[in-house]
Structures are given as C-alpha cells and as structure tokens.
C-alpha cells in the first residue's frame, strides 16, 4: 500500500491534548517514543493511518487534532524538500516541486496543480481505503500546505476555499475559523482552492540558485526511492540528511535504514565500505556542492556539513580536497 515519512508521527504526538499516553501506539510503529525524528524513516501507511485514528479516539478534542498538527508543521521540519519549499520563486514553484519531489516523503502522497476558470487547486490523493485515520490524516495535510505557504510566502496568504472528499467530522465552523475561508466537504477532492495572485507572489527567501541545488539534491533522493540505490550510496543519502543535527552514528542510520547497527557494519564490510568513509564521503559531497552552487558562508556550510566550528570544517575540507574552501569556492566559480 505504501509508506510515509515517520515526521508525521512526532508532529502527531506533539499536538496531543496534555495527559494522553502516546507512547505505546508510538512504539507499536517500531519507533522511538522520543526519536530521533529523520524525515527519510518510513513507516507503513496503514499502519500510521490507526496510529492517527487511535490518538483521536484518546485525545478529548479529537476534532481539531489534525489542524492542531497541520499548525504546527515548518518547512524546515520537512529535510531538504522543505529547503526546495521555501527557497522557490514563489508558491507556484513549491507546488510544482511537490508534484515532482513529493514521493521523497512517501511513496502514499502525490500531489498536483490544476488551473481552472475558479483558481488553481492544490490537490492531495494519498493511498488508502478511506478508514478514518486516512480522513485525519488528509485533514492534516491540507492544513500543514496551508500553514506553511503562509510561512513562506511574502503575501498575506489565504485560500480561497478549502475541500474535502470525505463527509464533516463535526462542526463545519471550526474549520472555517481555522482555515479563514469557506470549507467544502463530501467536494471530490483534497485541495486548495488558491489564486492567482497569491500563488504568483514571491516567496520571502527565494532564491533560484538555492532552489536549483535543491532540486539537484532531491533528484538524487527520489531516484534511490525509485530504483532502490545500493546500500553504500544509501548509507550517503541518510547522513547528509541528517547532518545539520551533527554527524549521525552507525546505530542511528541503521535504524533509519530499518536493521540492526551490527547488520549494517557487516554488510557494508562485505561490499568493502566503512561507515567512518561513508560518512566523510558524504560531508564531502555536501561540502563541494555547497560551495559551488550556494552563496552560504563558511560558518553555515559547516554547520550544514554536521561540524561545530568553521576550523573544523576548514581542516577537514583540506584533508578532503587538498585545498580550503574558500579556494575551491573560487576556483568552482571560474
């Protein structure tokens, strides 16, 4: 049926109603109650559909549970499809990057942008048999593309209208006052409904040479979704994903590939590879792209690279590349 990134999951328990247990239907995930909370980690799509459903049954204000959640998402949150997000022109540009990129968050979500006479919607179909952590689970997700277009975005935002395919879980008020425009249920469809102007106005930290090395970056990512990449460059894919949170151990990317640190270790060894080089590889890649395709400083490519300090990240560049990053940068830009 598919699967869909496990961030949804914190984000889920994080708006639960002070005093519910959630720790048990988090663990029941193969999931740590307190993370580490990594994007790329998958969980199955029903499986995380009764978890949701499970959560609003306990949560005395079940009703707004998925707009509590959909209010509480960042672009930041979502790893470099987020960045891809933020750093487009505008809100047309973060749409159309969904449609393509979109399945690096799970192979259950596709999303598309149709133009009609009313607008443009801004639609979700995720797979599923309707149960009703699906119909939860929807919800969230148009309020989190409502929240953070706002975010992003440089113009007041707001939808023209919000539709559901599924029939009202209660009163249709409350999600009215929450989205700020009319709501349509039982409508067909799971969208926005956005205007012109509002999908067309810049976005406020757009940036097309950003935007182009995320694009980059994700295309890598959706091709190890699509064709199953090797376990080494897996191994790659992860750690730069996680390094803006400092360099990930063996257990942690193991965990994120779904096996044991002492399974990994061993496969790896059989294929030739050590974590430990993997792991520099994948710094060092960042690294390089990052200087040549970015305008971030040092300090911040650094900090993107998983190192504390500038120095840190010079000496180790120089080990890497026989030169420092300021004169590969130069270099690169010749």
């Known amino acids: 049926m598919g699967e869909i990134t496990s961030l949804y999951v914190y984000k889920v328990i994080s708006q639960a109603s002070s005093g519910v247990e959630t720790r048990d239907l988090v663990a029941a ?4 109650p307190d993370g580490p ?3 790329a980690k998958m969980v199955p799509v029903l499986a995380y559909y009764d978890f ?12 707004t549970l998925p707009l ?5 998402m960042r672009s930041d949150e979502y790893g470099a499809f987020g960045l891809a997000w933020k750093s487009a022109p505008n809100l047309r540009g973060s749409y159309i990057r969904s449609e393509r990129y979109g399945h690096v968050l799970g192979s259950a979500e596709t999303y598309s942008l149709e133009e009609t006479d009313d607008g443009l919607y801004f639609s979700l179909k995720k797979a599923g048999d309707g149960r009703p952590g699906m119909l939860l689970s929807n919800e969230a997700s148009m309020a989190a593309v409502n929240t953070i277009s706002k975010e992003v ?3 007041d935002f707001a939808p023209l209208a919000v539709c559901f ?8 008020s409350v999600y009215e006052a929450h989205f700020g425009c009319p709501v349509h249920f039982e409508s067909g469809r799971d969208a926005l409904l956005i205007s012109d102007a509002s999908i067309d106005a810049p976005n406020k930290l757009g940036d097309a040479t950003i935007a182009k090395f995320f694009d980059r970056h994700l295309e890598k990512e959706l091709a190890a979704v699509d064709d199953g990449s090797k376990l080494d460059r897996r191994v ?5 994903q996680m390094l803006s949170e400092g360099v990930p151990t063996l257990s942690a990317i193991a965990a994120d590939l779904g096996m044991s640190a002492r399974t990994l270790q061993r ?3 059989d294929d030739g590879h050590s974590f430990q080089h993997l792991v520099d590889l994948a710094r060092r890649e960042l690294a390089e792209r990052l200087l040549r395709e970015t305008g971030y400083s040092l300090a911040e490519i650094a900090f993107l690279t998983g190192f504390a300090e500038q120095s840190g990240f010079t000496r180790a560049f120089k080990r890497w590349a026989g030169q420092t990053p300021r004169s590969y940068r130069l270099a690169a830009s010749k």
């Open 37 to 39: 909370i990594n994007p």
């Open 153 to 155: 975005s440089s113009a």
């Open 165 to 172: 395919r599924h029939a009202p879980r209660g009163d249709t």
């Open 68 to 72: 509590r959640i959909g209010a509480a």
């Open 52 to 63: 949701f459903a499970a959560l609003a049954d306990r949560d005395p204000d079940g009703l």
């Open 267 to 269: 496969r790896l060894s």
């Open 29 to 32: 995930l193969g999931l740590g």
């Open 236 to 240: 790659q894919i992860a750690v730069s």
